[in-house]
């Protein structure tokens, strides 16, 4: 392998080993999904764990504690809702109890889990998503905008949705002749990298529906290939060469012409799925079907992406669920962790730092992402960029309660307003104050207030619902803008007798 250790490296990560929890601590009898889709099948955040299982006659994915461990009760309730297999399932990265589905039925629906899991089937969604032509494999969230949902179907078309108002504000047909492999957003969250059938890595902004730079053969063998953004801004995919070898490389966006460094790896035909942890620039190869796991540190030194060890085990995987980062066990300087789907068991692996002291080790931690959204939707659509807030693992993580109701209201789904969980009372209305300063009563003055408490309250549900009617259509206004925009360049490429 060329991508073997030659002199000694400094770094921090160079002792990092992976270990397989003990029996006791897998979740047994899941019927892992059988569908012949190159994706994880599996979503895990710091409450939940969701895998995509075997069902009859539909798509049904399952919903647990993460602290769930054993046998898993064969009628244990599942999101049972889509009409056709589940190929993706993704947490929301603002709310731990949301998820996006996506399905061969070509729709991607939304659920609200509460917390613990489920405790009846659930089918109805809370808001389904309608605008692919054939089935849909590829969800992707916006890493600081709430709401947004980017989604990749095999009608070779992007969809950016806002699930807030279920409207559909992106779309770009055009920019890929063949199928997508995979959709990565920048950390910001203003362009994307894509991966597609016809070999070629793309760069899209997905606002201004324009491909910005295009790298024809990034791999030149004919499986698929995958593409991660990292987060300083390169991208690093997985392919295979010419000779069917899988390959990584990484790519420096100013300049596609050539890869900074491209590694052989081996002779296997699973597609490696890489999974990307920003806080440490290390990156997980899991290949479908493969034995192994492999870690990866990129650095500015060359040779850029440096092999730093492979976890190895008897059992293929059939896919994999990379846990949040919030989620990791602190005190045990656990960096990430796993959970490789086999054919009727979940098994986490967990990847450790060896350190003696006891003490939080910040130099292993930096603050990381945190459910606090950048940016509104709204905001996003405007043109507007922004890092995630990140939050600090001093201490270990505590998941906030559920939101409970924010996927409820119409058309205004996931929460925009932060509400402290520890007040009961409303604020002071200010005509209630100033009745009470003028020494009024209990009779006719507390009927006054309590009409003038039902008034403002009256007004703010009315201002609130014309604002909400407001960003909808705006949203609305904007898709369709964009959906001319095609059209017309569509049209000027039949008249110019291009097509």
Known sequence: ???????????????????????????????????????????????????????????????????????????????????????????????????????????????????????????????????????????????????????????????????????????????????????????????????????????????????????????????????????????????????????????????????????????????????????TNMVYLCGKGDCTIRYFEVTDESPYVHFLSLYSSKEPQRGAGFLSKRGVDVNKCEIARFYKLHERKVEPISMTVPRKSDLFQGDLYPDTAGLEPALLAEDWIAGQDAPPILVSLSGGYTAPPSKCGTLRGRPKLLSQTNTSPTSTTAPANPMAVEMEREGLGHGQGRRDVDGGIERVKKEEDQVSDILTEIRALRALVLAQGHRIDVLERQLARIEDGEV
């Not at 939304?110 to 032509?133: K, Y």
């Not at 050539?258 to 942890?277: R, W």
């Open 1 to 279: 392998m060329s991508f073997r250790r030659g002199v000694v490296r400094q770094s921090k990560f160079r002792h990092v080993f992976a270990q397989a929890w003990k029996a006791e601590h897998c979740l047994d009898d899941v019927r892992v999904s059988r569908v012949t889709w190159d994706g994880p099948l599996c979503a895990a955040n710091p409450k939940l764990i969701a895998v995509v299982i075997e069902a009859g006659g539909g798509g049904a994915f399952l919903v647990l504690p993460l602290a769930k461990s054993g046998r898993v009760d064969q009628n244990t309730p599942t999101v049972c809702g889509h009409a056709a297999p589940v190929l993706d399932v993704q947490w929301c990265p603002h709310d731990d109890n949301v998820i996006a589905s996506a399905s061969e039925d070509c729709t991607v629906k939304i659920w609200q889990i509460p917390d613990g899991g489920l405790t009846s089937p659930m089918s109805e969604a809370v808001v389904t998503l309608e605008g692919h032509s054939k089935r849909v494999g590829i969800l992707a969230w916006h890493p600081s905008a709430l709401n947004i949902l980017l989604t990749a179907g095999c009608d070779n078309v992007l969809c950016v949705w806002d699930v807030g108002t279920g409207e559909l504000v992106y779309q770009l047909s055009d920019a890929h002749p063949d199928l997508i492999y995979s959709v990565s957003w920048n950390r910001e969250g203003n362009v994307l990298c894509t991966t597609c059938k016809d070999k070629a890595l793309r760069v899209i902004d997905p606002r201004r529906g324009t491909v910005l730079k295009v790298r024809e053969k990034a791999h030149e063998g004919t499986r698929p290939m995958r593409a991660v953004f990292l987060a300083d801004g390169k991208i690093l995919t997985t392919g295979f060469s010419r000779m069917s070898e899988r390959q990584l490389a990484l790519w420096d966006t100013r300049d596609l012409s050539e890869p900074m460094v491209t590694q052989e790896i081996d002779t296997s035909n699973g597609v490696l799925l890489p999974f990307y942890d920003p806080d």
